[in-house]
């Protein structure tokens, strides 16, 4: 499942105004555990119907990440109803983001 890209022409939209929950991971591409996270949320996407997965490139939506505080990558963030509920930084495995997620569902 492709993750929606996030930046600040979309975040309001996608992210602010959607009701439920989405994760939302800062990454790079050059960024080494951001690619091993990669996978993880796919897994997640797969398995969680209840959370939307986005994307947000911090070269390219730097302001953004500036907005959140974004000052090591992978950032993770959890919006419920477009308000900031949880989150982390780095790298986390399939078995300790489920319980984040599923607390907030």
Known sequence: MAHVQINENN????VEAHKGLVLLDFFATWCGPCKMLAP???????EVQDV?????DVDEASALAAKFGVQSIPTVVLFRD???VDGFVGFRAKEQILPMIEKHL
């Open 11 to 14: 975040f309001h939209e996608e």
């Open 40 to 46: 993880v949320l796919d897994a997640l996407g797969e």
């Open 52 to 56: 939307k997965i986005c994307k947000s």
């Open 82 to 84: 477009g308000e900031v």
